[in-house]
């Protein structure tokens, strides 16, 4: 009988003999890490997104769907975006 513990040391031989696993060496603070930075990845790109893409192209969208276009003195003319909607638009 072949004794491959010594011979193979990246490899680990099962208690049962059924297969052999290769070791991938990674040790458990190494996958946290990779957890960690991917959470982190994650949430700094959900909360700071709009800042790559910028607010006028967002500013523009609002306008357009009529957000604040209560506070326009004539309010049926839904074609322009009056001075007070504009204000309130800036100051979100």
Not at 13 to 27: A, F, L, N, Q, R
Not at 38 to 61: D, I, R, V
Request: hydrophobic letters at 35%.
């Amino acid at each position: 009988m072949i004794d491959n513990s010594s011979s193979n040391p990246g490899v680990h031989s099962s208690s049962h003999g059924v297969h052999d696993v290769p070791s991938t060496g990674e040790s458990n603070s190494t996958k946290m890490d990779r957890k960690m930075l991917l959470l982190f990845s994650a949430m700094y790109t959900f909360l700071l997104g709009g800042a790559a893409f910028g607010w006028g192209p967002m500013q523009l969208m609002l306008e357009e769907s009529g957000s604040y276009h209560s506070l326009c003195a004539n309010a049926d003319d839904d074609a322009q975006v009056c001075p007070a909607q504009k204000a309130r638009l800036l100051n979100m």
